[in-house]
Protein backbone atom coordinates (compact mmCIF):
# COMPACT_ATOMS: atom_id res chain seq x y z
CA UNK A 1 0.00 0.00 0.00
CA UNK A 2 2.75 2.30 0.60
CA UNK A 3 4.38 1.28 -2.68
CA UNK A 4 0.71 2.85 -3.94
CA UNK A 5 0.81 5.54 -2.23
CA UNK A 6 4.47 6.77 -3.30
CA UNK A 7 4.03 5.79 -6.82
CA UNK A 8 0.89 8.05 -7.05
CA UNK A 9 2.56 11.26 -5.16
CA UNK A 10 5.30 10.75 -7.54
CA UNK A 11 2.08 10.97 -10.48
CA UNK A 12 1.06 13.70 -8.96
CA UNK A 13 4.45 15.90 -8.74
CA UNK A 14 5.13 15.53 -12.06
CA UNK A 15 1.76 16.71 -13.40
CA UNK A 16 2.51 19.71 -11.05
CA UNK A 17 5.58 20.29 -12.41
CA UNK A 18 4.57 19.85 -15.94
CA UNK A 19 1.68 22.56 -15.52
CA UNK A 20 3.86 24.85 -13.94
CA UNK A 21 6.51 24.42 -17.18
CA UNK A 22 3.13 25.05 -19.32
CA UNK A 23 2.47 28.11 -16.62
CA UNK A 24 5.64 29.71 -16.36
CA UNK A 25 8.23 28.88 -19.22
CA UNK A 26 11.23 29.48 -18.71
CA UNK A 27 12.35 32.77 -20.66
CA UNK A 28 15.97 31.83 -21.11
CA UNK A 29 15.39 28.36 -22.19
CA UNK A 30 16.49 28.44 -25.79
CA UNK A 31 20.16 28.86 -26.19
CA UNK A 32 21.71 31.60 -27.96
CA UNK A 33 24.57 32.67 -29.66
CA UNK A 34 23.73 36.10 -31.05
CA UNK A 35 21.00 36.96 -28.67
CA UNK A 36 20.73 39.83 -26.34
CA UNK A 37 24.23 40.78 -24.49
CA UNK A 38 22.80 42.65 -21.91
CA UNK A 39 20.51 42.80 -19.16
CA UNK A 40 18.54 45.70 -18.57
CA UNK A 41 19.07 49.46 -19.74
CA UNK A 42 22.44 50.81 -20.21
CA UNK A 43 23.69 53.18 -17.22
CA UNK A 44 26.22 55.47 -19.38
CA UNK A 45 26.29 59.00 -19.93
CA UNK A 46 26.03 58.96 -23.36
CA UNK A 47 22.81 56.68 -22.53
CA UNK A 48 22.02 58.70 -20.05
CA UNK A 49 21.80 62.10 -22.01
CA UNK A 50 20.10 60.32 -25.00
CA UNK A 51 16.90 59.61 -22.26
CA UNK A 52 17.46 62.96 -20.94
CA UNK A 53 16.69 64.95 -24.34
CA UNK A 54 13.28 63.19 -24.52
CA UNK A 55 12.25 65.38 -27.75
CA UNK A 56 13.84 64.99 -31.06
CA UNK A 57 13.24 65.55 -34.84
CA UNK A 58 13.20 63.19 -37.77
CA UNK A 59 13.70 64.25 -41.36
CA UNK A 60 12.83 62.37 -44.18
CA UNK A 61 14.66 63.59 -47.44
CA UNK A 62 15.62 62.29 -50.97
CA UNK A 63 14.70 61.82 -54.38
CA UNK A 64 11.14 60.91 -53.62
CA UNK A 65 10.86 64.74 -52.99
CA UNK A 66 10.73 65.31 -56.41
CA UNK A 67 7.95 63.24 -57.17
CA UNK A 68 5.82 64.23 -54.09
CA UNK A 69 4.00 61.48 -53.54
CA UNK A 70 2.50 61.61 -57.17
CA UNK A 71 3.19 60.68 -61.19
CA UNK A 72 1.79 61.58 -64.29
CA UNK A 73 -1.46 62.92 -62.55
CA UNK A 74 -1.68 59.97 -60.77
CA UNK A 75 -1.65 60.26 -56.85
CA UNK A 76 0.09 57.49 -54.63
CA UNK A 77 -1.81 57.28 -51.72
CA UNK A 78 1.76 54.92 -49.59
CA UNK A 79 4.18 56.65 -47.86
CA UNK A 80 6.17 59.00 -50.45
CA UNK A 81 9.18 57.34 -49.80
CA UNK A 82 8.26 54.28 -51.13
CA UNK A 83 6.88 55.59 -54.27
CA UNK A 84 9.36 53.76 -56.73
CA UNK A 85 7.65 50.34 -55.62
CA UNK A 86 4.66 51.70 -57.04
CA UNK A 87 3.37 49.60 -60.19
CA UNK A 88 2.96 53.07 -61.59
CA UNK A 89 6.08 54.51 -61.11
CA UNK A 90 8.83 53.13 -63.76
CA UNK A 91 11.76 51.91 -61.87
CA UNK A 92 13.85 53.28 -64.53
CA UNK A 93 12.53 56.79 -64.51
CA UNK A 94 12.76 56.90 -60.70
CA UNK A 95 16.47 55.97 -60.78
CA UNK A 96 17.15 59.16 -63.21
CA UNK A 97 15.64 61.51 -60.69
CA UNK A 98 18.98 62.44 -59.35
CA UNK A 99 19.99 64.05 -62.13
CA UNK A 100 16.86 66.90 -61.12
CA UNK A 101 17.93 67.06 -57.16
CA UNK A 102 19.42 70.21 -56.92
CA UNK A 103 18.18 71.51 -53.43
CA UNK A 104 19.19 75.07 -53.98
CA UNK A 105 17.45 76.39 -51.13
CA UNK A 106 18.82 73.86 -48.50
CA UNK A 107 20.44 75.89 -45.51
CA UNK A 108 21.61 73.41 -42.82
CA UNK A 109 21.70 76.65 -40.33
CA UNK A 110 18.46 77.34 -40.68
CA UNK A 111 16.89 73.98 -40.54
CA UNK A 112 19.01 73.59 -37.61
CA UNK A 113 17.84 76.85 -35.76
CA UNK A 114 14.42 75.36 -36.39
CA UNK A 115 14.85 72.85 -34.88
CA UNK A 116 16.46 74.49 -31.45
CA UNK A 117 13.43 76.64 -31.61
CA UNK A 118 11.06 74.19 -31.86
CA UNK A 119 12.87 72.63 -28.91
CA UNK A 120 14.24 69.28 -30.10
CA UNK A 121 17.95 67.73 -28.45
CA UNK A 122 18.48 65.49 -31.00
CA UNK A 123 17.84 64.79 -34.77
CA UNK A 124 17.48 61.81 -37.31
CA UNK A 125 18.16 62.52 -40.78
CA UNK A 126 18.00 59.89 -43.43
CA UNK A 127 21.20 59.79 -45.44
CA UNK A 128 20.01 56.57 -47.00
CA UNK A 129 16.34 55.16 -47.75
CA UNK A 130 14.94 52.11 -49.84
CA UNK A 131 16.12 53.87 -53.19
CA UNK A 132 19.77 53.59 -52.20
CA UNK A 133 20.01 57.37 -52.84
CA UNK A 134 22.57 58.54 -50.27
CA UNK A 135 22.68 62.18 -49.04
CA UNK A 136 26.53 61.95 -49.01
CA UNK A 137 29.61 61.46 -51.43
CA UNK A 138 29.97 57.84 -50.80
CA UNK A 139 33.28 56.29 -52.34
CA UNK A 140 31.04 52.60 -52.43
CA UNK A 141 28.73 53.50 -54.61
CA UNK A 142 28.26 56.20 -57.87
CA UNK A 143 24.33 56.83 -56.82
CA UNK A 144 24.91 59.69 -54.63
CA UNK A 145 24.45 63.41 -54.24
CA UNK A 146 27.78 63.88 -55.56
CA UNK A 147 26.39 62.92 -59.27
CA UNK A 148 23.54 65.16 -58.86
CA UNK A 149 23.25 68.89 -60.03
CA UNK A 150 24.03 69.72 -56.45
CA UNK A 151 27.17 67.88 -56.39
CA UNK A 152 27.75 69.29 -52.99
CA UNK A 153 27.54 66.85 -49.52
CA UNK A 154 24.14 67.40 -47.84
CA UNK A 155 25.38 65.16 -44.40
CA UNK A 156 28.42 66.86 -43.30
CA UNK A 157 27.17 70.61 -43.04
CA UNK A 158 23.88 69.24 -41.42
CA UNK A 159 25.75 67.97 -39.21
CA UNK A 160 28.02 70.61 -38.47
CA UNK A 161 24.99 73.13 -37.94
CA UNK A 162 22.95 71.10 -35.65
CA UNK A 163 25.98 70.46 -33.43
CA UNK A 164 26.67 74.43 -33.02
CA UNK A 165 23.25 74.67 -31.86
CA UNK A 166 23.68 71.80 -29.25
CA UNK A 167 21.67 69.07 -31.07
CA UNK A 168 22.96 65.58 -31.37
CA UNK A 169 22.60 64.09 -34.50
CA UNK A 170 21.72 60.25 -35.39
CA UNK A 171 22.04 59.27 -38.89
CA UNK A 172 19.40 56.71 -40.30
CA UNK A 173 20.72 53.97 -42.33
CA UNK A 174 18.61 51.86 -44.94
CA UNK A 175 19.96 48.07 -45.15
CA UNK A 176 17.08 47.28 -47.74
CA UNK A 177 19.11 49.47 -51.07
CA UNK A 178 16.94 49.09 -54.37
CA UNK A 179 19.61 50.21 -56.20
CA UNK A 180 22.59 48.16 -55.78
CA UNK A 181 22.79 44.61 -57.76
CA UNK A 182 23.70 42.39 -54.89
CA UNK A 183 20.82 43.32 -52.72
CA UNK A 184 18.50 40.61 -51.96
CA UNK A 185 14.74 40.12 -50.29
CA UNK A 186 15.85 36.05 -49.82
CA UNK A 187 18.52 33.95 -51.15
CA UNK A 188 17.34 30.87 -52.95
CA UNK A 189 19.94 29.94 -55.07
CA UNK A 190 24.04 30.06 -54.37
CA UNK A 191 24.18 33.34 -56.94
CA UNK A 192 22.10 34.94 -54.66
CA UNK A 193 24.14 33.95 -51.78
CA UNK A 194 27.22 35.08 -53.41
CA UNK A 195 25.58 38.13 -53.95
CA UNK A 196 24.09 39.00 -50.62
CA UNK A 197 27.38 38.77 -48.83
CA UNK A 198 29.04 41.09 -51.03
CA UNK A 199 26.06 43.01 -50.31
CA UNK A 200 27.10 42.98 -46.72
CA UNK A 201 30.72 43.79 -47.19
CA UNK A 202 28.66 47.04 -49.04
CA UNK A 203 26.69 47.64 -45.71
CA UNK A 204 30.12 47.69 -43.51
CA UNK A 205 31.98 49.77 -45.62
CA UNK A 206 29.22 52.37 -45.97
CA UNK A 207 28.42 52.35 -41.64
CA UNK A 208 31.84 52.40 -41.70
CA UNK A 209 32.66 55.41 -43.97
CA UNK A 210 29.89 57.63 -41.96
CA UNK A 211 31.31 57.34 -39.02
CA UNK A 212 34.74 57.75 -39.98
CA UNK A 213 33.70 61.08 -42.12
CA UNK A 214 31.06 62.15 -39.43
CA UNK A 215 32.79 61.33 -36.10
CA UNK A 216 30.46 63.37 -33.92
CA UNK A 217 27.12 61.48 -34.61
CA UNK A 218 25.76 59.53 -31.58
CA UNK A 219 24.21 56.74 -33.20
CA UNK A 220 22.19 54.59 -36.12
CA UNK A 221 18.81 54.22 -36.94
CA UNK A 222 18.17 51.55 -38.70
CA UNK A 223 15.31 50.27 -41.44
CA UNK A 224 14.72 47.44 -44.02
CA UNK A 225 15.91 44.97 -41.61
CA UNK A 226 12.07 42.30 -42.09
CA UNK A 227 13.51 40.56 -45.39
CA UNK A 228 14.47 37.25 -44.83
CA UNK A 229 18.02 37.58 -46.22
CA UNK A 230 18.81 39.63 -43.24
CA UNK A 231 16.54 38.14 -40.45
CA UNK A 232 18.34 34.35 -41.21
CA UNK A 233 21.74 35.83 -40.73
CA UNK A 234 21.97 36.75 -37.08
CA UNK A 235 25.40 36.33 -36.92
CA UNK A 236 26.06 38.51 -39.15
CA UNK A 237 23.57 41.62 -37.61
CA UNK A 238 25.52 40.55 -33.58
CA UNK A 239 29.12 41.00 -35.35
CA UNK A 240 28.00 44.26 -37.23
CA UNK A 241 26.88 45.91 -34.29
CA UNK A 242 29.65 44.92 -31.80
CA UNK A 243 31.93 46.11 -34.86
CA UNK A 244 30.30 49.59 -35.36
CA UNK A 245 29.63 50.26 -31.44
CA UNK A 246 33.93 48.99 -30.95
CA UNK A 247 34.66 51.43 -33.65
CA UNK A 248 32.69 54.09 -31.89
CA UNK A 249 32.51 54.07 -28.26
CA UNK A 250 29.37 54.95 -27.25
CA UNK A 251 27.13 54.79 -29.98
CA UNK A 252 23.59 54.06 -29.67
CA UNK A 253 21.76 51.61 -31.55
CA UNK A 254 17.93 50.68 -31.25
CA UNK A 255 16.60 47.37 -31.87
CA UNK A 256 15.61 47.66 -35.45
CA UNK A 257 19.39 46.12 -36.52
CA UNK A 258 19.50 43.04 -35.17
CA UNK A 259 18.37 39.06 -35.62
CA UNK A 260 18.92 36.43 -33.35
CA UNK A 261 20.08 32.91 -35.27
CA UNK A 262 16.49 31.90 -35.14
CA UNK A 263 14.98 35.35 -37.06
CA UNK A 264 13.53 36.97 -34.25
CA UNK A 265 13.73 40.80 -34.43
CA UNK A 266 13.83 43.47 -31.54
CA UNK A 267 13.24 40.75 -28.98
CA UNK A 268 15.16 37.99 -29.09
CA UNK A 269 14.12 34.29 -28.80
CA UNK A 270 14.08 34.51 -24.85
CA UNK A 271 11.90 37.92 -25.27
CA UNK A 272 15.22 39.91 -24.52
CA UNK A 273 15.28 43.16 -25.82
CA UNK A 274 18.37 43.32 -28.53
CA UNK A 275 19.87 46.91 -28.93
CA UNK A 276 20.44 50.07 -26.66
CA UNK A 277 15.97 50.74 -26.67
CA UNK A 278 12.93 49.83 -28.39
CA UNK A 279 12.30 50.80 -31.43
CA UNK A 280 9.20 49.39 -32.22
CA UNK A 281 6.98 52.21 -31.80
CA UNK A 282 6.01 53.52 -34.93
CA UNK A 283 2.99 56.20 -35.48
CA UNK A 284 1.55 54.83 -31.73
CA UNK A 285 2.09 55.04 -28.18
CA UNK A 286 2.31 53.05 -25.50
CA UNK A 287 -0.78 53.18 -23.29
CA UNK A 288 0.92 52.03 -19.71
CA UNK A 289 4.26 51.20 -18.34
CA UNK A 290 3.94 47.64 -18.80
CA UNK A 291 3.91 47.87 -22.46
CA UNK A 292 7.52 48.70 -22.50
CA UNK A 293 8.56 46.02 -20.25
CA UNK A 294 10.94 48.78 -18.68
CA UNK A 295 12.90 49.35 -21.71
CA UNK A 296 14.22 52.61 -22.82
CA UNK A 297 12.17 53.14 -25.86
CA UNK A 298 11.57 55.96 -28.53
CA UNK A 299 8.13 57.01 -30.06
CA UNK A 300 8.38 58.49 -33.91
CA UNK A 301 5.43 60.06 -35.52
CA UNK A 302 4.36 61.79 -38.41
CA UNK A 303 2.11 64.58 -38.67
CA UNK A 304 -0.56 63.76 -40.96
CA UNK A 305 -1.65 60.08 -40.58
CA UNK A 306 1.12 58.19 -42.60
CA UNK A 307 3.95 60.59 -44.41
CA UNK A 308 7.26 60.63 -44.13
CA UNK A 309 8.80 61.70 -47.12
CA UNK A 310 7.55 64.83 -48.86
CA UNK A 311 4.28 64.27 -50.25
CA UNK A 312 1.99 66.76 -52.39
CA UNK A 313 -0.92 65.71 -51.02
CA UNK A 314 -1.81 65.28 -47.39
CA UNK A 315 -4.38 62.74 -46.86
CA UNK A 316 -6.33 61.84 -43.45
CA UNK A 317 -6.27 63.51 -40.02
CA UNK A 318 -3.51 65.91 -39.62
CA UNK A 319 -2.45 66.33 -36.38
CA UNK A 320 -2.31 69.92 -34.39
CA UNK A 321 0.51 71.28 -32.29
CA UNK A 322 -1.48 70.32 -29.10
CA UNK A 323 -2.41 66.46 -30.21
CA UNK A 324 1.65 66.45 -30.75
CA UNK A 325 2.38 68.00 -27.62
CA UNK A 326 0.43 65.67 -25.84
CA UNK A 327 2.52 63.02 -27.39
CA UNK A 328 5.61 64.24 -26.27
CA UNK A 329 4.24 64.72 -22.93
CA UNK A 330 2.78 61.15 -22.43
CA UNK A 331 5.91 59.73 -23.99
CA UNK A 332 7.49 61.49 -21.26
CA UNK A 333 5.68 60.44 -18.76
CA UNK A 334 6.04 56.38 -19.77
CA UNK A 335 10.06 57.26 -19.42
CA UNK A 336 10.04 57.20 -23.45
CA UNK A 337 11.16 59.58 -26.13
CA UNK A 338 9.02 61.25 -28.78
CA UNK A 339 10.30 62.06 -32.23
CA UNK A 340 8.52 64.37 -34.77
CA UNK A 341 8.69 63.72 -38.60
CA UNK A 342 8.89 66.29 -41.32
CA UNK A 343 9.76 65.84 -45.16
CA UNK A 344 11.27 68.38 -46.81
CA UNK A 345 10.77 69.65 -50.30
CA UNK A 346 13.19 68.99 -53.15
CA UNK A 347 14.23 72.42 -52.91
CA UNK A 348 15.02 71.97 -49.23
CA UNK A 349 12.34 73.98 -47.94
CA UNK A 350 9.89 72.71 -45.51
CA UNK A 351 6.32 73.24 -45.95
CA UNK A 352 4.28 75.89 -44.27
CA UNK A 353 2.07 73.23 -42.51
CA UNK A 354 5.65 71.67 -40.87
CA UNK A 355 7.40 75.18 -40.10
CA UNK A 356 3.81 76.09 -38.02
CA UNK A 357 4.04 72.93 -36.46
CA UNK A 358 7.16 73.81 -34.97
CA UNK A 359 7.04 77.17 -34.67
CA UNK A 360 3.87 76.30 -32.21
CA UNK A 361 5.66 73.76 -30.13
CA UNK A 362 8.84 75.69 -29.60
CA UNK A 363 6.54 78.65 -28.02
CA UNK A 364 4.96 75.87 -25.39
CA UNK A 365 8.17 73.83 -25.01
CA UNK A 366 10.14 77.32 -24.40
CA UNK A 367 7.72 77.64 -21.16
CA UNK A 368 6.80 74.31 -20.41
CA UNK A 369 9.78 71.99 -21.24
CA UNK A 370 11.54 71.33 -17.70
CA UNK A 371 8.37 69.17 -17.44
CA UNK A 372 9.37 67.50 -20.62
CA UNK A 373 13.84 67.54 -20.31
CA UNK A 374 15.37 64.77 -18.30
CA UNK A 375 11.80 64.06 -17.08
CA UNK A 376 10.25 60.17 -16.79
CA UNK A 377 7.35 58.25 -15.56
CA UNK A 378 6.19 59.84 -11.79
CA UNK A 379 4.63 56.88 -10.61
CA UNK A 380 1.43 58.77 -9.76
CA UNK A 381 -0.73 56.73 -12.36
CA UNK A 382 -2.81 58.19 -15.38
CA UNK A 383 -5.37 60.93 -14.15
CA UNK A 384 -8.26 62.03 -16.13
CA UNK A 385 -7.26 65.98 -17.01
CA UNK A 386 -4.01 64.92 -18.25
CA UNK A 387 -0.19 63.58 -17.51
CA UNK A 388 2.56 63.56 -15.00
CA UNK A 389 5.75 63.78 -14.90
CA UNK A 390 8.72 63.45 -12.62
CA UNK A 391 12.45 64.89 -11.88
CA UNK A 392 13.59 64.31 -8.64
CA UNK A 393 10.75 65.20 -5.54
CA UNK A 394 9.49 67.87 -8.52
CA UNK A 395 6.27 66.23 -9.96
CA UNK A 396 4.68 67.96 -12.85
CA UNK A 397 1.19 68.25 -14.02
CA UNK A 398 0.60 68.70 -17.15
CA UNK A 399 -3.21 69.79 -17.74
CA UNK A 400 -4.85 68.80 -21.06
CA UNK A 401 -8.36 68.52 -19.79
CA UNK A 402 -10.15 70.33 -16.83
CA UNK A 403 -13.20 69.83 -15.46
CA UNK A 404 -16.07 71.68 -15.59
CA UNK A 405 -15.37 72.28 -11.57
CA UNK A 406 -12.26 73.72 -12.20
CA UNK A 407 -10.67 70.94 -9.68
CA UNK A 408 -7.77 68.60 -11.01
CA UNK A 409 -7.77 65.90 -8.60
CA UNK A 410 -4.27 64.52 -7.66
CA UNK A 411 -3.28 61.42 -5.23
CA UNK A 412 -0.42 61.13 -3.76
CA UNK A 413 1.30 57.68 -2.56
CA UNK A 414 1.40 56.71 1.17
CA UNK A 415 3.54 59.07 3.29
CA UNK A 416 4.03 61.59 0.80
CA UNK A 417 3.28 65.10 0.96
CA UNK A 418 2.72 68.02 -1.01
CA UNK A 419 4.70 70.82 0.02
CA UNK A 420 3.85 73.39 -2.49
CA UNK A 421 2.29 73.67 -6.20
CA UNK A 422 2.38 76.55 -8.24
CA UNK A 423 1.64 77.87 -11.82
CA UNK A 424 3.56 79.99 -13.72
CA UNK A 425 5.16 80.74 -10.83
CA UNK A 426 3.03 82.09 -9.08
CA UNK A 427 1.50 79.87 -5.69
CA UNK A 428 -1.66 77.64 -5.94
CA UNK A 429 -3.11 76.61 -3.27
CA UNK A 430 -4.18 73.06 -2.80
CA UNK A 431 -7.64 71.38 -0.91
CA UNK A 432 -6.92 68.22 1.34
CA UNK A 433 -9.76 66.16 0.46
CA UNK A 434 -9.00 62.95 1.96
CA UNK A 435 -5.59 60.96 3.23
CA UNK A 436 -3.26 62.23 0.62
CA UNK A 437 -5.25 63.46 -1.86
CA UNK A 438 -5.93 67.02 -2.75
CA UNK A 439 -8.00 69.39 -5.31
CA UNK A 440 -5.68 71.71 -7.29
CA UNK A 441 -8.65 74.85 -8.08
CA UNK A 442 -7.24 75.90 -11.60
CA UNK A 443 -10.79 77.65 -12.66
CA UNK A 444 -12.43 76.39 -15.57
CA UNK A 445 -11.73 79.79 -17.84
CA UNK A 446 -11.66 78.74 -21.54
CA UNK A 447 -7.70 77.51 -22.27
CA UNK A 448 -6.05 77.34 -26.16
CA UNK A 449 -3.16 75.11 -24.91
CA UNK A 450 -2.08 72.79 -22.14
CA UNK A 451 -0.58 73.97 -18.89
CA UNK A 452 1.62 72.94 -15.87
CA UNK A 453 1.56 73.08 -12.87
CA UNK A 454 4.42 71.96 -10.44
CA UNK A 455 4.26 70.15 -6.86
CA UNK A 456 6.61 69.83 -5.14
CA UNK A 457 6.39 66.78 -3.11
CA UNK A 458 8.50 65.39 0.30
CA UNK A 459 8.52 61.75 1.97
CA UNK A 460 8.61 61.15 5.65
CA UNK A 461 7.88 58.08 7.68
CA UNK A 462 4.64 58.91 9.12
CA UNK A 463 3.81 61.46 7.15
CA UNK A 464 0.23 61.78 6.19
CA UNK A 465 -1.74 64.15 4.56
CA UNK A 466 -5.03 64.51 6.64
CA UNK A 467 -6.28 62.27 9.46
CA UNK A 468 -9.23 60.89 8.16
CA UNK A 469 -11.03 57.47 9.35
CA UNK A 470 -11.00 54.79 7.13
CA UNK A 471 -14.41 54.15 6.05
CA UNK A 472 -16.07 51.14 8.01
CA UNK A 473 -17.65 48.68 6.12
Not at 1 to 6: H, L
Not at 8 to 13: N, Q, T, W
Not at 84 to 101: G, I
Not at 280 to 284: A, I
Given at each position: ??????A??????L?Q??????????K?????Q????R????????M??W?????G??????????A?????G???????????????????????????????????E???????????????????????????????T?????????????????????????????????????????????????????????????????????L????????????????D????????????????????????????????????????????????Y?Q?????L??????????????V???????????????G?????????????????L???????????????????E??????????????????????????????????????D??????F?????????V??????????????????????????????????????????????T????????????????
Open positions: MKKIFMAAAVLLVLHSNAQSSPNDSIPLHGAHSGNRTDADARRSLRFQFVHWGLYAIGGEWNKIYNGAAEWIRSWKEMPTAVYDQLYKQFNPVNYHPQWAQQAKDMGAGYMIITTKHHDGFCLWPSKYRYTVAASPYKKDIIGPMVEAYNKKGIDVYLYFSIIDWNHPDWRTSLKTPADSAAYKRFKVFVKNQLTELVKYPTVKGFWFDGTWDSWKNDGAFSDELEQYLQKLHPGLIIGSRLRADERGARHFDSNNHLMGDEGWERKPEQPADVHGNDWEGMTIPENQWGYHAHWLHIKSSNELIEMLVKSTSGGNFVLNFGPKADGTFRSEVQRMQEIGNWMKVNGSAVYGASEAGLGKPDWGYYTRRGSVFMVVNVPVSGNLRKLPAKTTLAEASASGQPVTPELIGKNEYFIPVGNAPRHAPFVILLQSRAAGAEGGHFEKAKT
